[in-house]
């Protein structure tokens, strides 16, 4: 299957400064790109889906303004926690989707962030 | 609203046994379906797949029985290993969209 990677893996941040996470599909181009946030033990929960080239739609109840995400190439989008608090911790995931992945949804190893 | 319906939430399986995950949907627009595989810490992986025009599709150890008219389908593991286990997500996808809708998860265990 398709590749997507994620970096950072695992991050630690103070309260109140910004964390970035890069999403890359890796083999092929990635048309829409989803953002995840999973807390322990339970299911996804779609944050945001993003279109190449074009600003994301955020799911109901998630902040545009605290959630920045980038869609700028085929290959890259990126998250932005902007003023992080420690109820921002938990494991980001980002999932692409493309022609060249058969629209399949596939997923990064995801983002463990950690606010202090 | 979930939109997806997963159960058991948790699961235990002797080593060699049959695994059942049960997912249900109620929203018809639905075509495709996807069972992902979660280890702790990752993120999911795609399984296995079925669009509701089989009834069942099967891929090595891993079966997907779908019912159309219940709005039901299901993952059986056969021959459970302890490499199985993990967190297993059913998904639906409504026709001509990307998104996905997860249902809320199995943590299955197999004993050795």
């Known amino acids: 299957g398709a590749v997507v990677s994620q970096h950072p893996s695992r991050v630690i941040c103070k309260s109140g400064t910004s964390v970035k996470i890069e999403c890359r599909s890796l083999d092929f181009q990635a048309t829409t790109m989803f953002w995840y946030r999973q807390f322990p033990k339970q299911s996804l929960m779609l944050m945001a889906t993003?279109?190449?080239?074009?600003?994301?739609?955020?799911e109901q109840g998630v902040e545009k303004d605290k959630f920045l995400i980038n869609h700028a190439s085929l290959t890259l989008s990126t998250l932005t926690v902007t003023s992080a608090h420690p109820e921002d911790s938990s494991f980001y995931i980002c999932?692409?989707?493309?022609?060249?992945?058969?629209?399949?949804?596939?997923f990064g190893p995801g983002t463990r962030l950690t606010v202090t | 609203q979930q939109q997806v319906k997963q159960s058991p939430q948790s699961l235990i399986v002797q080593k060699g046994g049959i695994s059942i995950i049960n997912c249900a949907y109620e929203?018809?627009?639905?075509?495709?379906f996807p069972w992902y595989q979660q280890f702790p810490g990752k993120g999911p992986a795609l399984l296995i797949a079925?669009?509701?025009?089989?009834s069942e599709k099967k891929e090595g150890r891993f079966t997907i029985s779908f019912n159309k008219s219940a709005k039901q389908f299901s993952l059986h593991i056969m021959d459970s290993q302890p490499g199985d286990s993990a967190t297993y997500f059913c998904?639906?996808?409504?026709?001509?969209?990307?998104?996905?809708?997860f249902g809320t998860g199995t943590r299955l265990t197999v004993i050795p």
């Open positions: 993003s279109n190449e080239g074009s600003k994301a739609t955020y």
């Open positions: 929203n018809t627009a639905f075509d495709y």
């Open positions: 999932s692409a989707s493309g022609q060249g992945a058969s629209y399949e949804q596939y």
């Open positions: 079925i669009r509701p025009d089989v």
């Open positions: 998904a639906a996808r409504v026709i001509g969209a990307n998104n996905l809708f």
